[in-house]
């Protein structure tokens, strides 16, 4: 179901979600999707009330989507800053009409590129590009690294690109991870990839999931809540 109200001089529309749970939840996520998440059967009204009385925040966080729009392209010019590995990096693009392809090199706190075309778009295409190769090998190499103290191995691994999700564990045990990972800090990216192992041994999140999870990271607590404060819009 899609609501709306006015706050302010704007509409903020919304989806509701209905789930069998006991408190109402929302969520704000890029470019500009907000979600409802309400217990079942709650009335229309009750949900209009309570979604208006957060309309500040609501606003805020959209804003905070829009400007975070750093992941927008035009952004990607010469001299921009980005985030890799938790770090921010200089970009430095340097154009070379003689070109057929072009290159990225990942130095020390700078990325430099090599292209013929120095379009925000195909500056973007040719960033992703090359973070999803380091994304696949960081990623293969952690998972080598945890392997002895993880009793199951993955069936496969896939790099992809989710919206709203950093890594997933399906019940064939392949594990799926996003690329974005590898514009976090490492010690993030770790524990998303123990996470996502530990599920191989546990499909849940039971107490015993996360026992294993604190075994092989003692200090997972501090990675799991630097996710819930950082959303990915603010990244790319
Ligand atoms: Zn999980």
């Known amino acids: 179901m899609q ?49 208006k009385e957060k309309g500040h925040w609501i606003a805020e966080k959209l804003d905070a989507c829009k400007s975070a729009g750093s992941a927008g392209p035009e952004q990607l ?38 292209t013929p075309d120095p379009a925000p778009e195909a500056i973007k295409g040719t960033l992703e590009a090359c973070f999803r190769q380091q994304a696949r090998e960081a990623i293969e190499e952690r998972i080598r690294f945890y392997q002895p103290v993880i009793p199951k191995k993955p069936n496969r691994v896939f790099i992809k690109a989710q919206r709203s999700r950093w ?29 996502e192992m530990c599920h191989l041994v546990y499909l849940n999140h039971s107490r015993e999931f996360w026992d294993l999870v604190a075994s092989i990271l003692p200090n997972y607590k501090e990675s799991y809540q630097w996710l819930r404060e950082h959303s990915q819009a603010q990244l790319w």
């Open 167 to 195: 890594g997933s564990c399906s019940s064939l045990g392949n594990l799926n991870f996003n690329w974005k990972i590898i514009l976090l800090p490492p010690a993030v990216f770790d524990y998303i990839i123990v996470h």
């Open 77 to 114: 010019k010469n001299g921009a800053r980005i985030v890799y590995r938790g770090e921010k990096y200089l970009l430095c693009i340097e154009v070379d009409y003689s070109r057929k392809n072009s290159k990225v090199k990942i130095l020390d706190r700078s990325i430099h590129i090599k």
């Open 3 to 51: 609501l709306s109200f006015l706050y302010q001089n704007r509409i903020i529309a919304f989806e509701v979600i209905y789930r069998p749970r006991k408190t109402m939840s929302i969520r704000v996520e890029p470019p500009d999707r907000v979600t409802v998440i309400v217990p079942l059967g709650t009335k229309k009204a009750l949900i209009l009330e309570k979604v």
